[in-house]
């Protein structure tokens, strides 16, 4: 009987299991989000690097470097056992002038069952292996296709007659010398 534990022990053991899967979460989740950003701008082949590492919702800078700040966690609190999110953002200049135009998904992502399960916006979750690399694609081709589901859900919007009186603004133009 002197392997038997006292329930203090049991639950010590049961925070210490709990806290050692929801580290391992946390980094692996967070290696992974740093992996997608980088692999993206070479998936993109794009002549710049334009892809940023962003908090998944708020007000955002994608020429900022957030670091860990790009993360769903709060580092002054108890990491949890939960889902981490993070946001991609993409920058495309205009063709047209000096400008950019830019946009984000949030990206939620854990570890389950010795793999992760990656989601980003509603399409459908993609599993990637924890061994990540040279596995990344799907997550890269499942971003596209929420990029670009956006860009023509807006198109779409903008030519739909029900929308013709929504709201909007009228740039103040220089007046034309007479």
């Known amino acids: 009987m002197a392997d038997e534990q006292t329930p203090y022990e049991n639950l010590r053991t049961a925070i210490s299991a709990y806290g050692e899967a929801a580290m391992e979460n946390f980094l692996r989740c967070r290696a992974f989000g740093h ?22 919702d708020g007000p955002f800078n994608p020429a900022e470097t957030y670091g860990d700040k790009a993360f769903s966690y709060d580092p002054a609190r108890p990491i949890r056992l939960e889902p981490i999110a993070f946001g991609i953002s993409v920058t495309v200049p205009n063709e047209e002038d000096s400008g950019s135009l830019w946009i984000r998904s949030a990206v939620m992502v854990e570890v389950k069952d010795e793999r992760f399960e990656v989601m980003v916006a509603n399409q459908p979750i993609v599993r990637v292996p924890l061994e990540f690399t040279g596995n990344l694609e799907p997550v890269y081709e499942t971003l596209m296709a929420e990029f670009l589901r956006m860009f023509r859900k ?15 603004f009228v740039p103040l133009l220089p007046e034309e010398s007479e």
Do not use: H
Request: hydrophobic share 40%; aromatic share 8%; charged share 15%.
């Open 35 to 56: 992996a997608v950003a980088v692999g993206l701008n070479g998936y993109l082949k794009a002549p710049q690097a334009c892809v940023s590492l962003v908090p998944p």
């Open 154 to 168: 807006e198109l779409a919007d903008f030519g739909d007659p029900k929308y013709q009186n929504r709201i909007g």
